[in-house]
């Protein structure tokens, strides 16, 4: 797909799984699906199971759905709906079909439980929140069954539609599943499966004041569509039961290839929360700037960072797909995203704490034009102009006036390399009351341009710079992690664990080839970090450069 993807086919349990079922004959053609509730932005998390859905599909010549799991109106947007789309087709996925929405199945998804309460194993039940917790019993004792619970199925027809109707107040009954009051798992104790709601659905409008439950409707979603493998996170291992239990009682999904789950470990990632509540509480309270926020680990955020979607699939796959708990390295992720730009990224120079460099003994009073590569060891790539004169930028970290050897950059009486361009000397400086350098006196010397680094000459340091004249003003936005603990989710609150610093603004400047920056084209600024132009607040009349990701180390 990609330059980034690596030509292995991953190998996981599932993939075995799947090779078995085909060669078994149990299936003949793979059907998976990517089912998001369309109540936040997609995160790093949902990208592993994007790619596992949509990876097998593509290696398989299968086919995977788009699915909305949409049965909570009140927590749903259609921002959502459309921002998850978005996000599966940027990281190069292709639903198969329309999109679907398990509120296209509503309907069906009715009937069936008409079926179950005509079947004596569905009844409506008017125990309110607090009784129904009481008799649910706990994980150490078995629950007690409703008095609600033999009800004969003729009157639990008319209660279930007097509640379609609206009749009923929300809250006032529910339609329960009559499984085991007394199962070890929770679930099965004769769990809700409709509840009153009278709510707007950004699906189905007004048309229903009954809404199906997500277990009920999950498992008949994916029947109703065939889906062959099921796959989803560990927490939904207990529901399988139900899900199971569902399907064999209605009479639709007598198949013995029907549907089956498969459950995997969930990407949790170091410095990191995926929890969509916690997101949207950062969200809310204007934490970050919004669910795109590049600070944010949703895809929308990482890619207006500058992650590429190459990056991403590259770390879905190195992680790989177990069952085991795991909290993996946010190095990985970086290291995905370095090892793509250091290839791919053009090279650049901006200079983020700019201080004046003045070439006394430079002879033009305009500046002249200097070739550059593009990229060091890619001809290909071509070359850039830079503009070089008697008036210069460079990073005030770059300059001291007194240093041991260990500081390879400017020091007064001494020489340095500009990248691509001259050596030059520092010969004295400005300074402001408070004893700030402010501008740095130098000569250079005409003789050393493009031969760096073989002239003959032992200049050990290498320094970036930007023309003056020329240079274009940009805003340059640090990020660091959002949270300091490697292990937020932890935490009560995020409050607590939210890192001050994740945003550092600096005002500086950049060689004027960045001036029509592309929004998310990645550039290397030289020994500086892998930075692209914000998509939201970057335009030629105000350059903003995010930091994707540092480098690792630097070419001096
Ligand atoms: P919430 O945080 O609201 O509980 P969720 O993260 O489970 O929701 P869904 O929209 O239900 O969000 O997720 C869609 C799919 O993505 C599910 O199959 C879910 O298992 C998977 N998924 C969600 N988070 C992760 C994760 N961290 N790692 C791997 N898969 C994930
Ligand atoms: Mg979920």
Redesign the pocket.
């Known amino acids: 797909m990609s330059h980034m993807d690596s030509e292995v086919r991953p190998s996981n349990f599932i993939r075995n799984i799947i090779d078995e079922d085909l060669e078994s004959g149990k299936h003949t053609q793979v059907q998976t699906r990517?089912?998001?509730?369309p109540?936040?932005y997609l995160?790093?998390?949902?990208a592993?199971?994007?790619c596992l859905n949509f990876g097998i599909a593509k290696d398989y010549q299968g086919q995977c759905n788009l699915r909305f799991?949409d049965t909570n109106p009140e927590k749903e947007d259609i921002d959502y709906v459309n921002s998850i789309q978005q996000d599966v087709s940027w990281l190069g996925f292709q639903w198969s079909g329309d999109v679907r929405y398990s509120s296209n199945y509503f309907d069906q998804l009715h009937a069936y439980a008409v079926e179950l309460i005509e079947k004596g194993l569905a009844y409506v039940c008017f125990l309110n929140g607090e009784q129904t917790r009481e008799y649910r019993g706990t994980l150490k004792e078995p629950g007690k069954n409703s008095p609600y619970r033999d009800t004969p199925a003729a009157e639990n027809l008319a209660l279930f539609e007097k509640m379609r109707k609206g009749e009923f107040k929300e809250g006032e009954c529910a339609l329960r599943a009559k499984i085991d009051m007394a199962s070890p798992f929770m679930c099965m104790r004769d769990p809700i499966i409709y509840r009153i709601r009278f709510a707007h659905h950004h699906q189905t409008g007004d048309k229903w004041c009954i809404y199906p439950m997500y277990d009920f409707t999950h498992c008949i979603s994916d029947a109703i569509e065939n889906i062959t493998h099921s796959?989803?996170?560990l927490e939904?291992q207990d529901n399988r039961r139900l899900y199971d239990w569902v399907l064999d009682n209605l009479n639709d999904f007598q198949a013995p290839n029907r549907t089956r789950q498969y459950e995997?470990s969930?990407?949790?990632l170091e410095y990191t929360l995926?929890?969509?509540?916690k997101l949207n509480d950062l969200v809310t309270r204007k934490l970050v700037t919004g669910w795109d926020d590049p600070r944010m680990p949703t895809i929308a955020g990482l890619r207006r960072r500058g992650y590429t979607a190459a990056s991403i699939r590259e770390f879905c796959l190195r992680i790989g797909v177990t069952k085991q708990d795991n909290l993996v390295e946010v190095g990985m992720l970086d290291a995905c995203i370095r090892e793509e730009l250091n290839e791919y990224a053009p090279r650049a120079m901006a200079v983020l704490r700019p201080i004046k460099v003045i070439i006394e003994n430079y002879p033009n009073a305009t500046p002249e034009i200097i070739n550059a590569a593009v990229h060091p060891n890619k001809e290909d790539m071509g070359t850039r102009q830079l503009a070089f004169g008697r008036e210069l930028f460079i990073d005030a970290e770059d300059f001291k006036e007194e240093a041991n050897k260990q500081f390879k950059r400017l020091v007064m009486g001494k020489e340095v390399r500009l990248r691509n361009a001259y050596v030059i000397k520092a010969e004295r400086c400005d300074k402001d009351e408070q004893g700030n350098v402010t501008t740095i006196y130098c000569t250079y010397d005409a003789d050393t341009l493009g031969k760096n680094p073989a002239d003959g000459r032992k200049v050990k340091g290498v320094i970036h710079w930007v023309e003056a004249s020329t240079a274009v003003a940009a805003e340059f936005r640090l990020y660091d992690r959002l949270f300091t603990e490697t292990n937020p989710a932890v935490f009560e609150t995020v409050d607590e664990v939210l890192n001050p610093n994740s945003l550092v603004v600096l005002h500086g400047v950049a060689e004027a080839n960045l001036k029509h920056a592309k929004a998310e084209q990645a550039y290397q600024f030289e020994r500086e970090g892998y930075f692209c132009a914000d998509s939201k607040d970057s335009s030629s009349d105000r350059l903003v450069f995010n930091l994707t990701v540092p480098l690792r180390d630097s070419f001096a």
């Open positions: 990517f089912p998001p509730e109540n936040g995160h790093i998390g949902h592993k199971s994007i799991d796959i989803c996170t939904f995997f969930r990407l949790n995926m929890s969509k509540r």
